[in-house]
């Protein structure tokens, strides 16, 4: 699989991958993917962590996974998230990396395929709370690359972190560019 993924990723979209995930010492991180602006993501995102060698989940509304859909989402790594209002999403989600001996999420902080101003930051407290590194991963269909940061510990100081992660992004456009995020000077 991971012949053919390449094939496809490199020699068919003629995409590049800068960057690697470090298998070995990162078992359990959040994964922040920007700007995620199309359902072409999904694709790019299964064909880096084929790529890359390793398990990468992401959640999707518990809604999707009805069968058959729910098979094969749950196969390629999603996990069913129940977002009925009023419960702690941040620490049900936190709690699965310590029930866990491995676990990559994947999340998309702008929390909409739609053009945002800022992103939703339970990823943030998600990661403080499970004590994970957090791993930026470009989208970037504007220079067809994906760019894969080193892990980094959120600080204690949001703002100070979220300006460095928006600088990561800066420039990076998405399948539908009028949607991505664009970063402030």
């Known amino acids: 699989m991971k012949a053919i993924s390449s094939f496809i ?5 003629g995409w590049k991958l800068i960057g690697d995930f470090s298998a070995e010492t990162v078992k359990k991180c959040v994964v922040v993917v920007v700007p995620h602006t199309s359902w072409h993501d999904f694709y790019i995102g299964l064909l880096i962590r084929q790529l890359a060698g390793i398990k990468i989940s992401f959640l999707g509304k518990k809604e999707l996974f009805k069968w058959p859909m ?5 196969k390629v790594g999603g996990i069913a998230l129940d977002r009925t209002p009023g419960q702690n999403k941040v620490e049900a989600i936190a709690e699965l990396f310590k029930k866990r001996d491995e676990l990559r999420l994947t999340i998309a902080p702008e929390g909409t395929r739609k053009k945002v101003s800022e992103w939703k930051t339970g990823f943030y407290h998600i990661a403080q709370k499970a004590a994970v590194p957090i791993i930026m991963v470009t989208f970037d269909f504007g220079k067809k690359q994906n760019v894969i940061s080193k892990p980094f510990y959120p600080t204690n100081d949001i703002n100070k972190d979220l300006k460095l992660m928006y600088s990561f992004f800066k420039g990076v456009k998405g399948k539908v560019a009028k949607y991505s995020f664009d970063v402030d000077d």
Do not use: A, D, F, P
Request: glycine letters at 10%.
């Open 9 to 13: 990723y490199h020699k068919i979209l």
């Open 70 to 74: 729910g098979w094969y989402l749950t």
